[in-house]
């Protein structure tokens, strides 16, 4: 049983350019949701998404969208990157419906520069 | 979010030893907590749940208590292992609306076992 894939694991992006993060969620979870972590901090809630269609969102710029496909992987895209947005980027699944845990996949180390 | 004097950054403990580890939550209404374990270079791995109509619940060498009055939950780790050097995160999951959750995560605790 394959649990929450992420892919790449390390990144290295110019300030101003754009960047695309995946997802694979663990098998049999419909939802996704994606968290980034500054370096010392606590994960902070992006946005998640449940049938294509982004339900909640956290307190994060329109530069940060993303998308959920039929077979419920998830992408992650960043415009006009900001050294600021250097972060692990977390992406976690779970069952719509079910206040139960999320499974986290390894990340995404996103640096700017 | 964390509430000062309540929660330590950082703990450091005598191989096999026990460790607590505090977090204090800040919404009332929340009714599940989890504490995850994150390793370096790794993302939070589950490690227990508690639920809000329970105070205290029991897994291999950890245990969670949750107080509801004032809004604190532990995490004990019972015989301390090297393999339990990492960060600690408590979370909340917090209703968003009908059938919508989100994980709201406090700062972290970073345990290191002195051996």
């Known amino acids: 049983d394959a649990g929450v894939t992420q892919s790449p694991t390390h990144l290295i992006k110019t300030r101003g350019q754009q960047v695309t993060l995946r997802c694979s969620p663990k098998?049999?979870?419909?939802?996704v949701s994606w968290y980034q972590q500054a370096l010392g901090q606590g994960p902070q809630f992006i946005f998640q998404?449940?049938?294509?269609?982004?339900?909640q969102r956290g307190n994060f710029p329109d530069r940060f969208s993303g998308h959920q496909f039929p077979n419920y992987s998830s992408e992650l895209n960043v415009n006009a990157l900001l050294l600021g947005d250097s972060a692990l980027y977390l992406c976690?699944?779970?069952?719509?419906?079910?206040?139960?845990?999320?499974?986290f996949g390894q990340g995404t180390r996103l640096t700017v520069v | 979010g964390e509430s000062v004097g309540l929660h330590l950054p950082t703990l450091s403990v005598q191989e096999g030893d026990n460790s607590i580890i505090n977090c204090a939550y800040s919404?009332?209404?929340?009714?599940?907590f989890i504490w995850y374990k994150q390793e370096s270079g790794k993302g939070p791995q589950f490690i227990i749940d508690?639920?809000?109509?329970?105070d205290k619940r029991q897994g291999q060498r950890v245990t969670v208590l949750l107080n509801k009055t004032v809004k604190h939950l532990s995490l004990q780790i019972a015989a301390t292992q090297p393999g339990d050097s990492a960060v600690y995160f408590c979370a909340e999951n917090t209703v968003l609306s009908t059938n919508d959750y989100k994980l709201s995560f406090g700062a972290g605790t970073t345990v290191t076992v002195r051996a």
């Open positions: 919404n009332s209404a929340s009714d599940y």
């Open positions: 098998s049999g979870h419909d939802t």
């Open positions: 508690i639920r809000s109509n329970m």
């Open positions: 976690a699944s779970s069952l719509v419906g079910e206040n139960t845990e999320a499974f």
């Open positions: 998404y449940y049938e294509e269609e982004e339900r």
